[in-house]
Each structure stands twice: as C-alpha cells, then as structure tokens.
C-alpha cells in the first residue's frame, strides 16, 4: 500500500511530502524506491551526508551509481536540491554530472546550497592517515572501516568552524584566502604529525593550491548554487518533495551502532536540520532488505559466514557501490528493524531483496537476543561488549525454488515472512528486482 493523505486541511501540505530512509547498514535498495517514487513528486531533496553513499539505480538496460546527485536528476522533469546538510565533494560531483551528459540536461533542476560544507583535499587525508594509524594500532574488528572519502572530517571541521570551508566560501576570494592561510598551518602541522605517527605520506599544503582548487571548483559550480532554504520555503508552498536519506539509520550518529558509524544524521529526524525547515514529511517509507548487509566493520549478531555467507553475496552483489568492498551478510534482525522504525516514525515498510531469498533452500529471521546468561533480550545494548555476546533466536522459513513474479505475495514463504515482519512495522510494497517495474505496492 503507498500512504495515503492524512491531511485534512488545504494548507497542510506536511502529508503530501515523503520520505524515504533506510532501516539498515545501508544498501538497502532506497535509489530503487526514490526513483520510483520520485515520478509522483515534483522536488527530490538530499539533505545529509556526502559521496560516503552510493544509490544504483536501474532505467531499462542502464545501471546508474549515483553517489551525491538526488536520484531525481534521472527524470528530466524533477527539480533536485542537495542541501545544507550534505557535505560536497566537487571533483567527484562534476564527474556525476558528466556521466549524465547523455541522459539528461541537469542545469536548472539542479540546486545546491551555499551553506553545505566542502570536502577539501586536506580532509581526505586526514581520513587515510588515520586510517593507517588505526590499523596499526587496532584490531581489524575495532577499526571503523571508513570509506577514505574524507567525510567524517568534513563532518568534524564543521562542528570545528574555524577550519571549515562551505560552498559560498567558494565565491568570496578574498575571504577564503584568509581562511585558508590559517587552515594551511594548522592542517599541515596536524597532518605531518599523523603521517609520521602512521608511517604514511604527506605533501604540504599551500594556500596558492587550494585556493585555485577553490577557484576552479567556484567557476563549474556557480551555475547550481543558491540559497536553498528560501527555494525549499518557496516549493513546499506549491509542490510535493520527496526526501532522500543517505547511508541508513543503523548508521546514524546518535541512534546507530556508535562508533561504527556515519557522521550525519541519516533519519527522518535529520531533515528539519539538513533542509533548513522544521518539516517532517507525512509519508515515510522505510526500505529494509528481507536479509542484511553491512560494509566495514561494526556489531551484527546475525551475520554469516563461509559457504553460507558466500552463496548470498554471489546472488545478491554484495559488493559496496563506492568502495567495491564485499559486503557482511546476515540473516533479517527484527529488534534492529523495530528501533528503526521507531526513531523514523515509519509509516510503511519497503521490502527488498526477496529475489535473492527465493534462491536459498531456507531462509531465517531473528525475532529476538538472549544475552550471555540466557536472559531474553527484546532491544540491542547501546555498548559494543555487550552486543558481542549476544546470541540470536531465529525463525525459520522455507522458500518454495520457484521465480518469483507479480503474485509473490500471496506465496505461501513470502506472506510467512510479511507477517512476521509486520509484528514491527505494516509492510507497503515487496520488490521481486531491481528495476522500476518490479515494486509491487500492497493493498
């Protein structure tokens, strides 16, 4: 079922905006269903994170990876907004929108905010070098696995100020350079100090480099840029938005498994904050993959291993669309998906990965945790030592080894799975595949 109106009055426009965030570790299937739902809203707004996140997205025979471009810059009529808080990395969104050359002309539906932070070089390394001194210093499973996209320290110079750069800064030369003379001693003694403490390298930064990176950034950029709290204000007066989480809750800041994290807010309650607007949309669809998959490390008291593990991965192209990594996989945990859900205020539950499930002689599905003493346990522990010695207590689901098709939900193994799944949350589509035509919206 798609959500419906609840809104009764003809200024509340709040219930026609949706949004749509994932109830996992990412890789979810959200580009699918933004994409799909992204022809019944006039507006797609990103409004966290940064090219950390990868959306694929299938249009007939053609795969798109998308890494900050809103999904709606694939449909020509749709207006996209990457808002304050993303954080940009320009070189890598310029290569985006050159790949999009052929597809579609982006200028004009495509807005960027003067008050979203840039990804400078420095960033970047900063993210490597201490990388390299965590795994030198730290077992594999205590690193946090970044995705050397320098995100997190974009993220930290942000809450910092003093070291960050936004994407107006770009324009204003003369302010930026004495912004960056400072940044340029402080970030060069940082980092030569992590490079020797890490045995990695490090090239000295000069202000003259970076600022004509800034320029030549500020020169291809100018054309999108513009003040998007106003244009947001302006369209919700008017038009029907869609919101798009990158990443996905169990990655969030605050209500993720801290440390093995991102560092925005990936939920719903993200929003108001990213956009600029106290809004919380009245339509929010959660996407959870009827299994789990997990980049890096980090707690997961479902995962599998060997043979097991290999053969859903194989089937399932578990492979992480930003890094090429091999992705964790696990058996669906119904306590993480209820505190998901939870914290989004999910009205409706997208399913995927259901194809890959109608492929494995059986399928199970955690309905709860018993800690080291036997002790039920309905939720996950905040502390990382505690969720290690979990054990899960499963269910188990026979699939029938035939294709699914538009009837799969009234197949005997798929209903058992919904209404398991509905004990949390009440499910609104199924997807049997990855392409547009292959969402099957319940009643």
Same mark, same amino acid.
């Given at each position: 079922?798609?959500?419906s109106?609840?809104?009764?009055t ?25 994409d799909?739902l992204?022809?019944?809203h006039?507006?797609?707004v ?10 694929s997205?299938?249009v ?27 954080v ?15 597809l ?9 905010? #003067?008050?979203a932070?840039?990804?400078? /070089? &420095?960033?970047v *390394?900063?993210?490597? @070098?201490?990388?390299?001194l965590? +795994? =030198?210093?730290?077992?594999?499973e ?12 974009c ?9 960050a750069v ?8 003369a302010?930026?350079?004495r ?12 980092l ?15 202000v003259a480099d970076l600022?004509?990176t800034?320029? #030549? ?5 100018? /054309? &999108?840029?513009? *003040?998007?709290e106003? @244009?947001?204000?302006?369209?919700? +007066? =008017? ?12 990655l969030?800041v605050?209500?993720g498994?801290y ?17 600029g607007?106290p ?6 669809y ?13 707690p ?7 043979d097991?593990?290999?053969?859903i991965r194989d ?12 992705r ?9 998906l209820?505190?998901?859900?939870r914290?989004?205020?999910t009205n409706?539950?997208?399913l995927t ?13 955690c309905?709860?945790y018993t ?6 346990m309905?939720?996950l ?8 010695n ?10 029938d080894?035939?294709?699914l ?30 392409s ?8």
């Amino acid at each position: 079922m798609k959500i419906s109106d609840s809104s009764s009055t003809a200024d509340d426009r709040v219930a026609l905006h949706s949004a749509v965030v994932g109830l996992q570790f990412g890789d979810e299937g959200k580009g699918q269903i933004v994409d799909l739902l992204s022809g019944e809203h006039d507006v797609i707004v990103r409004y966290n994170g940064g090219a950390n996140a990868g959306h694929s997205v299938r249009v007939g025979n053609h795969k798109y990876v998308l890494h900050q471009l809103p999904v709606g810059i694939l449909r020509p009529e749709t207006i996209n907004v990457m808002a304050t808080g993303m954080v940009v990395t320009p070189d890598g969104l310029f290569e985006e929108l050159d790949g999009l050359d052929s597809l579609t002309a982006e200028r004009g539906r495509l807005h960027i905010s #003067r008050r979203a932070h840039v990804v400078m /070089p &420095y960033h970047v *390394d900063e993210d490597r @070098l201490r990388a390299g001194l965590a +795994e =030198s210093m730290l077992s594999e499973e205590e690193t946090l696995g970044t995705t050397n996209r320098g995100i997190g320290p974009c993220y930290a110079d942000k809450a910092q100020r003093d070291t960050a750069v936004r994407i107006g800064d770009l324009f204003d030369a003369a302010a930026l350079t004495r912004r960056l003379a400072f940044v340029v001693v402080l970030k060069n003694a940082q980092l030569s100090a992590l490079a020797e403490a890490s045995q990695g390298e490090f090239t000295p930064y000069t202000v003259a480099d970076l600022l004509g990176t800034c320029q #030549r950034w500020a020169e291809r950029l100018a /054309p &999108y840029v513009t *003040d998007t709290e106003t @244009l947001l204000h302006d369209l919700m +007066e =008017s038009k029907t938005l869609l919101f798009e989480g990158a990443n996905a809750c169990l990655l969030d800041v605050d209500q993720g498994t801290y440390p093995f994290v991102t560092s925005s807010q990936t939920t719903v309650a993200g929003i108001p904050g990213g956009i600029g607007s106290p809004v919380i949309p009245g339509r929010r669809y959660g996407v959870a993959k009827t299994y789990i998959s997990r980049v890096g490390t980090g707690p997961f008291v479902t995962e599998l291993f060997g043979d097991e593990a290999e053969r859903i991965r194989d089937i399932g192209q578990e492979f992480g669309s930003t890094t090429g990594r091999p992705r964790r996989v696990g058996w669906l945990d119904l306590p993480l998906l209820q505190h998901a859900v939870r914290v989004n205020g999910t009205n409706a539950l997208v399913l995927t990965g259901l194809g890959v499930l109608s492929q494995l002689p059986n399928v199970k599905v955690c309905t709860g945790y018993t800690d080291q003493s036997g002790k039920p346990m309905g939720t996950l522990p905040t502390t990382i030592g505690e969720v290690e010695n979990l054990q899960p207590e499963f269910i188990e689901i026979t699939p029938d080894g035939e294709a699914l098709n538009r009837d799969a939900a009234s197949t005997a193994w798929v209903r058992e799975l919904i209404d398991a799944i509905e004990t949390v949350c009440p499910v609104g589509a199924i997807c049997i595949g990855r392409s547009r035509d292959e969402v099957i919206w319940l009643d």
